[in-house]
């Protein structure tokens, strides 16, 4: 908890006078030695602005270019990890895609281990309160750490490694769940500070400008992630757990088609009787396939999901001397939840549309809402901070240069924290069908895609569309 600093008296002995740039060299200097994200980058402006031209890239189709424009300064492991990683998969680069989506991993894993919460570095930490949250080591959202993992997940299966992806999907539920509770903790500890400094009422003004996301479950879970997991586990012949996270990317998006689908089959094969008569009220009856077909799933990402844009809002503060004074505060918000709808796909001749599995611009839009109390309390508290230090050096000059000096850099530092994987797509749907052996044409975008159905057997095929570019991944889930 920070507490509020009383003003001493100035004196006026001359030789114990402080100069306002020496004054405001030492607090600095103080203040910003244990800050682990220092850089002109995150000191004087923010994450969006930095990742503005690969954002841009990755939502052309420009893979390429897009990993070659990604910052030389890296926000740190975890955020820098995660975004190459991402596009260096869209660019065609496996090796360099695992690579830093490990680094992430790792360093993810140690900041959990550690105990590393978001409030405790940031309310706590003086180079944020005096600077920005830029400062603060970037704590991934739990949406964040389910895609890492999924894309880990991915690496392998390109690798044609089922029990290393397999591991990915099992880490991935055992991540977000450890960092859910984690994020509880930061929650309490957080309204106990607003509490305390007695800004509960500020807070809760800068919360009312942010949209509720409602109660969609599919804010905070990934259908997505639990379907693919839910292949690989019936791929391995694990039926129980393919039924469980069929189940729960069912209840994620209980309108979807094919995922109900997925869940009448297995209940078919394990004889659930009960629960397939409960499936088949409200999705209609089920017709196992043919033993010659084979299975074709098509898991469709799309677009790209949005950067953080910031607004400043007005905030009114009592100071230490009871006087009350206006304020602006800098905090990130998004533009928008909204997606386009799932693009179709020619299958054999065929017109088909995905049904939409994820919608990514939801799930940041909650995570930014979950995050929002605690960035709230920090910025209300710098504001605070900041204006105590700017009226402490203008008492000891009176040529108002302190002053002067301090307000020029508090202009200048308050920055707001756009910082999110922002490389990720807009949104994910999923195709599946059963077809007869042999080969098989998939159009998309203007590209063929010759794939192999075997009976028995499922064909996967993952494709990523961004502008009108798309690239793609395609396996044989058994027989890989």
Known sequence: MIAYIKRARPRRNRALFISPAKLLVVCLSASLAGCANLSAQSLFSHYSAALQAPHTLTAAGEYQQALDELPDTPDGDILDGMEKGRIALLAGDPALSKEALEKADNAATEQQNAAIIQLSNGVNQLGALVTNDNMIDYV?????LGFLHLYLTLNYLQQH????ALVEV???NLVQERARKIRERELEDVQQTATQNGISENVGAVLSRYPDVGSKLGTVQ????????ALLYEAEGNLNSAFIDYSRAL??????RYVAYAVMRIAYRQGRGDALAMLEKKYGNYQP???DKGQLVILNEQGIVNARAFWRLPLWLTDSRGYVESHTVALPYYPSMSVGAQKALVVQGSLVKPAELVNVNRMAQKALNEAMPSMAVRQILRVVAKNEMRKSLAE???S???SLVVSIFNALSEQPDTRSWQTLPESVGIFSGYYSKGPLSVQAEGQYINVTIEPGQTTLLWVSRQGNKLVHWKGILGGI
């Open 140 to 144: 991934p959202a739990d949406y964040e």
């Open 161 to 164: 490694d089922l029990q290393g």
């Open 170 to 172: 099992r880490r991935a």
């Open 222 to 229: 990934n259908a997505y992630l639990f379907y693919l997991s």
């Open 251 to 256: 209840a994620v998006e209980p309108e979807n």
């Open 289 to 291: 396939p043919g033993k």
């Open 396 to 398: 000891q000059d009176e």
């Open 400 to 402: 108002g240069i302190g």
